[in-house]
DNA sequence: CGTATTTTTATTGTCGACACAACAAATGCA
DNA sequence: TGCATTTGTTGTGTCGACAATAAAAATACG
């Protein structure tokens, strides 16, 4: 082994390199660890995962379709740049799908899809708690994955599952720079979301999840005009 | 030239090769050329767009991104089934993003976008006037897709046209086989949703879109339930 | 004759090598 | 010096071949 970070070969089974590589990379562009236009090259990853260039080459077109990676033609293939210029159309987006499954989910909801979202938002308070916003961030999608599986209509939950990922840049990018105030009032407007999926009061549902979208849309806009950033990152 | 139909070769350009194969087979699927189940053979494709198998794959990964064809690992590649047992939930997933992209068209449209709007729903009109059931569906999607993209809003004309090539195989497996009474109902109410979007009536341009997306599902329901096929079609 | 086991076969997943395209550097010319 | 042209470099797009795998066929065995 070279060093910890960069190795990750070994006798894997036959399909499961693809899977390896397109999970890898996803993570770390989700997480930020790979910065928008980060050029990625091929035979570079072909060394780092002990594989060939076409099964690195299969993850990046995986990638590519869901968005995370862009690909200029006979040129380079770099991550994504996040749209600045479309936040609002986003925020739209994820606002509708916010309300769309929460209300779902008062209407389906099963006891083991409340155990499920009980023990999700949990580990959400804990996260919260313990001033880690990174955690908090993926935890806080888990929970409202959870939500979305309870509605039960897979295509509500993937295409949600789909805009929380793409969010999920623009949020780590401003959460972790404001890290000082973490926001416990998330944690109670979570426990009256449950309160009234539990209860199957779909209309108490719909209202929680406007506002705690308007809540989420609003941070972050104050975070973005507090900020220059977006001002510099305009795609050319 | 062997025949026709089989035969697409030629001198193309270098990265042209998986976009066509792509757009081949993907039109192929949803005009039901290619039942689900069809096994997909790489060689066989290989062969018949005189391409190596490495582009191939790369098409049918893009397909399988976007749920068009499933890989079963290490053996076979076959058409992705039409999933009947959640037929409602794609129902409620379509008249919720025709109602979000209606609205959405009724606050943002332009007059360019009218226009084409109009020139797409004269073809719809030709369409049914001509009895053609297949060019009365792709033109009725073409026309949608316009009023999404009206509506300013990218992730919703995304998520739309998603669900749109979706159903279109739905579409077509009930329509094709009851040609007979072609809607020339819908027409009129495509009129109808333009009025209301040039006149920015977002109230009704929503309860149009609700009319109209009841309408379609249930005509589809009708045809399902005097049709034994959903039946036999069950997955395994 | 039916069942378990081996062999064959078909097709996928992976590899290393090469061809080509776009950009960068170097060179030639005015 | 300024610009056009050539050459070099880098990294993608494509290819043909090989290895692994799972189903089907053939065989052995009760």
């Known amino acids: 082994m070279k060093n910890g970070a960069e190795t990750e070969a070994g006798g894997r089974k036959r399909g499961s390199g693809v899977t390896l590589v397109y999970d890898?990379?996803?993570r770390e562009i989700i997480d930020l660890k790979l910065a928008p236009g980060t050029p990625i090259?091929?035979?570079?990853?072909?060394?780092?995962?002990?594989?060939?260039?076409?099964?690195?080459?299969e993850a990046l077109?995986?990638?590519?379709?869901?968005n995370l990676i862009t690909t200029l033609t006979n040129r380079a293939t770099i991550v994504s740049q996040i749209d600045f210029l479309n936040l609002s159309s986003f925020f739209d987006a994820l606002?509708?799908?916010?309300?769309?499954?929460?209300?779902?989910?008062?209407?389906?909801?099963?006891?083991?899809?409340?155990?499920?979202i009980r023990k999700l938002q949990a580990e959400f308070a804990r996260s919260v708690?313990?001033?880690?916003?990174?955690?908090?961030?993926?935890?806080?999608?888990?929970?409202?994955?959870a939500i979305a599986r309870a509605g039960g209509n897979k295509y509500f939950t993937d295409l949600f599952t789909r805009l929380l990922d793409e969010g999920q840049r623009i949020l780590r990018l401003y959460y972790?720079?404001?890290?000082?105030a973490l926001p416990r009032q998330y944690v109670t407007e979570h426990e009256d979301?449950?309160?009234?999926?539990?209860?199957?009061?779909?209309?108490?549902?719909?209202?929680?999840?406007?506002?705690?979208?308007?809540?989420?849309?609003?941070?972050?806009?104050?975070?973005?005009?507090?900020?220059?950033?977006?001002?510099?990152d305009l795609e050319l």
């Open 61 to 66: 077109v995986r990638l590519a379709a869901e």
């Open 129 to 145: 708690a313990a001033r880690a916003p990174l955690d908090m961030i993926a935890t806080n999608r888990e929970f409202h994955v």
């Open 41 to 57: 090259d091929e035979a570079q990853l072909a060394e780092r995962f002990s594989l060939s260039r076409t099964p690195i080459r």
């Open 176 to 180: 972790s720079s404001f890290n000082d």
């Open 193 to 232: 979301m449950i309160a009234a999926i539990e209860a199957g009061d779909v209309a108490r549902a719909d209202a929680l999840a406007v506002a705690h979208a308007d809540q989420i849309v609003g941070q972050i806009r104050s975070y973005i005009s507090a900020d220059r950033r977006p001002n510099l």
């Open 95 to 116: 606002t509708l799908m916010y309300r769309v499954t929460t209300r779902e989910a008062a209407l389906n909801r099963s006891a083991e899809d409340i155990e499920k």
């Open 24 to 26: 890898t990379l996803r």
